[in-house]
């Protein structure tokens, strides 16, 4: 018994001094430095994976050697469930699950029912999607729904199998995940995105192939270009096709033209066709940064809570979402290091035409952090 308040007791005496600085009014959201609101959360559920795609976990690196993290280090459902249920006092409206593959965490379908119950200040459900590479999904897709999710993004970089095989390097295929899209939307989750990373000279010649397949269906296939991401993948600006670039080829296919919305929170540019066959969306993360409306924060699967995908460090949650510490303290936890946001890093990396800045830390993986 003494040994555990012993523990408790250093637990808490490493602990932050409890900030005292000004939370928002009730229902208004907590801003950063540059007055961009709190409004989504990522969370990372597990960063292992069953692919491999060479652009985020290459085999060389990721191999069985790698050390991942033991499930005694990742938060439980009950620890995200809380941080989700704060992070809502203080603004956020959407979450996202991601990963490595989300669907590798056991029982996600329960931490889905877990946020599905969190309600925002002025009584909204959460706006609650996964990333997923869409392997899983033909024996999840109805689960998944059932719990409460709202909508579903897919990873897919090719139609054709051996380019898919060569930019994920799995043995399954690009129909595995089209039955498994097909799936996702039998169950009635109808709202897909379809995310493509282009890599130059690897599936660029799959940009008229995917568009070919999800025009004039429900599902927006959305093109990303390729990051420099953590610091693994060999990331070089030539590999990189510009979101132009794939616009001007799409184009001269399928006549496209822009469709405008509230840049604040977007993460995609989005066009439609001009014969109605739907939109296609554009995310340029490279050569057109949307820092100034990014109001995204990621929660890594121990806790760790990270203001930009390419930032080098966390600040560790898990440390108070263990420790014997009521809400209030989480809730000004996380308001303390919101406010304290200044990240901005497309925005530096494109002034420096593409040889962005980096932290001095080594930066996160994007198989850590989920994209
Ligand atoms: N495993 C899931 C999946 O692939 O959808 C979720 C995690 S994955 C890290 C999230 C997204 O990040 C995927 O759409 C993936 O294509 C994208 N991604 C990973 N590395 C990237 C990179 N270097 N550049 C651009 N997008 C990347
Ligand atoms: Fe896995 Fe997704 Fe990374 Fe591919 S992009 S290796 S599917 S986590
Ligand atoms: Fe947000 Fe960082 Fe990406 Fe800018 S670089 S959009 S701040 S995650």
């Given at each position: 018994?003494?040994?555990?308040?012993?523990?408790?007791?250093?637990?808490?005496?490493?602990?932050?001094?409890?900030?005292?600085?000004?939370?928002?009014?009730?229902?208004?959201?907590?801003?950063?430095?540059?007055?961009?609101?709190?409004?989504?959360?990522?969370?990372?559920?597990?960063d292992r994976c069953n692919f491999r795609c060479t652009y985020c976990m290459p085999r060389d690196v990721?191999?069985?050697?790698?050390?991942?993290?033991?499930?005694?280090?990742?938060?439980?459902?009950?620890?995200?469930?809380?941080?989700?249920?704060?992070f809502a006092e203080l603004g956020v409206e959407k979450i996202r699950l991601t990963g490595g593959e989300p669907l590798m965490r056991k029982n996600l379908e329960v931490l889905i029912a877990m946020l599905a119950e969190i309600?925002?200040?002025?009584?909204?459900?959460?706006?609650?999607?996964?990333?997923?590479?869409?392997?899983?999904?033909?024996?999840?897709?109805?689960?998944?729904?059932d719990a409460g999710l709202n909508r579903l993004t897919v990873s897919m970089d090719a139609l054709d199998?051996?380019?898919?095989?060569?930019?994920?390097?799995?043995?399954?295929?690009?129909?595995?995940?089209?039955?498994?899209?097909?799936?996702?939307?039998?169950?009635?989750?109808?709202?897909?995105?379809?995310n493509m990373v282009v890599r130059r000279g690897i599936n660029d010649d799959q940009i008229?192939?995917?568009?070919?397949?999800?025009?004039g269906t429900p599902h927006v296939l959305r093109f990303i270009e390729y990051m420099d991401v953590g610091s693994t993948n060999g990331w070089n600006l030539q590999d990189v096709v510009p979101s132009a670039e794939i616009v001007a080829r799409l184009g001269?296919?399928?006549?496209?033209?822009?469709?405008?919305?509230?840049?604040?929170?977007?993460?995609?540019?989005?066009?439609?066709?001009?014969?109605?066959?739907?939109?296609v969306g554009m995310i340029s993360s490279v050569t057109q940064a949307f820092c100034g409306g990014c109001t995204r924060a990621r929660?890594?699967?121990?806790?760790?809570?990270?203001?930009?995908?390419?930032?080098?460090?966390g600040h560790d949650l898990r440390e108070v979402l263990r420790g014997d510490q009521d809400d209030e303290r989480l809730r000004r936890r996380i308001a303390q290091i919101w406010t304290a946001?200044?990240?901005?890093?497309?925005?530096?990396?494109?002034?420096?035409?593409?040889?962005?800045?980096?932290?001095?830390?080594?930066?996160?993986e994007m198989s850590y952090i989920g994209g």
């Open positions: 018994m003494s040994k555990v308040i012993f523990l408790t007791e250093q637990r808490r005496a490493s602990l932050p001094e409890i900030w005292t600085g000004d939370l928002p009014a009730a229902g208004e959201p907590v801003r950063d430095l540059r007055a961009r609101p709190l409004r989504d959360l990522r969370i990372s559920v597990t990721f191999d069985s050697h790698y050390t991942f993290m033991p499930h005694s280090a990742l938060l439980s459902f009950e620890e995200m469930a809380r941080a989700a249920r704060v309600r925002t200040p002025s009584g909204q459900p959460l706006d609650l999607t996964l990333t997923t590479n869409g392997s899983l999904l033909t024996r999840k897709g109805r689960a998944l729904k199998d051996a380019t898919f095989q060569r930019m994920s390097d799995t043995d399954y295929t690009a129909s595995d995940v089209l039955r498994g899209i097909d799936a996702a939307a039998d169950a009635g989750l109808d709202n897909i995105k379809v008229l192939p995917m568009a070919r397949q999800f025009r001269a296919a399928y006549p496209l033209a822009p469709l405008i919305d509230d840049p604040m929170g977007r993460v995609a540019e989005r066009w439609r066709y001009l014969d109605g066959a739907g939109e929660l890594s699967p121990e806790g760790q809570l990270f203001l930009c995908l390419f930032a080098g460090h946001r200044g990240d901005n890093y497309s925005e530096q990396r494109s002034a420096a035409t593409g040889q962005g800045p980096r932290d001095a830390e080594r930066p996160v």
